[in-house]
């Protein structure tokens, strides 16, 4: 009877102690690897001040299973997090990376699990196009880089100071930014911020790609990096940068008004679309 007694009493702690929550691998070595850390680029400052309490904070993106995603979602806001859309059991959520340890804690966390950063990569398109015989040129056709030609986008921004989008300065000449960058809106607009070829030059405009979409796009039309090369390297850059494309018919208009004003041809590219409306061509979109 003692000896059951003390077995029973052996098993208290661990019915007294909640399970902890499965944690991925990956997340373990990040919350010890300053190097994994620091890949994960922070947000500027003109960002992280609307979607943070602490600006200037390292975030990491994990998904959690929880069996409680109304208690979650309170303790990741509580935790100066983020909380996406549940799919299921399952919430996305973004948060300080010194915070892991209190979410692991959080009752109903069952599993969480990290999302290493991805890489876009952009070595061999061009030469399954043939793009880069285009650039060299082949006779009897001269050479074509893009030189002389504009190529725009309606997107969530570019990086217009990244070295891939560069020659001796910045080839994006003007970024109409309708979300983030402060300052006056275009001629003739009443929303939104522009960006001139004189505030790029200066790297005093504040516009930035909080997705990295419009950026991954733009180097696909017109990088001119050595290891990633986009079609046209040569090509001058026009952008303007949504997050909810509410002005796409404007924006569409006031880059080719752009085209109009330098002189130059230019080529519109829309890397977005949906399923709504009708399938026929009579959307007035």
């Not at 691998?25 to 400052?45: F, G, H, T, W």
């Not at 983020?82 to 804690?105: K, M, N, S, Y």
């Not at 046209?232 to 002005?247: K, R, Y």
Request: charge should be neutral.
């Amino acid at each position: 009877m003692r000896n059951l007694l003390l077995v029973m009493l052996g098993l208290l702690p661990a019915l007294a102690t909640p399970a902890r929550p499965a944690v991925s691998p990956y997340l373990k070595l990040l919350e010890r690897s300053p190097r994994l850390a620091r890949a994960y680029r922070q947000l500027p400052p003109v960002l992280s001040s609307r979607l943070l309490r602490r600006p200037r904070q390292t975030l990491v993106g994990v998904l959690v299973k929880s069996t409680d995603g109304g208690s979650l979602r309170r303790a990741v806001a509580s935790l100066a997090g983020w909380a996406g859309r549940a799919v299921g059991d399952i919430v996305p959520v973004r948060l300080p990376l010194e915070q892991l340890g209190e979410l692991a804690a959080l009752p109903g966390v069952v599993r969480i699990e990290g999302r290493p950063p991805r890489r876009l990569l952009l070595d061999i398109s061009r030469a399954e196009v043939r793009a880069d015989l285009v650039e060299q040129g082949t006779e009897p056709l001269p050479p074509l880089d893009g030189s002389g030609v504009l190529v725009a986008l309606v997107d969530t921004g570019v990086d217009y100071d990244h070295p891939d989008l560069s020659a001796e300065s910045s080839r994006v000449l003007r970024i109409w930014d309708q979300f983030v960058a402060s300052g006056q809106p275009p001629p003739g607009q009443s929303q939104g911020a522009l960006c001139d070829r004189r505030s790029i030059l200066r790297k005093s405009c504040d516009s930035i790609d909080i997705v990295g979409h419009g950026t991954h796009v733009t180097a696909t039309m017109a990088s001119s990096g050595t290891s990633y090369r986009g079609m046209a390297p040569g090509a001058g850059i026009v952008a303007v940068a949504s997050i909810d494309f509410t002005l796409l018919v404007d924006s569409v208009a006031w880059l080719f008004d752009q085209a109009d004003e330098l002189g130059r041809p230019m080529v519109v590219n829309l890397s977005l679309g949906g399923h709504y409306g009708p399938h026929d061509g009579s959307s007035l979109e």
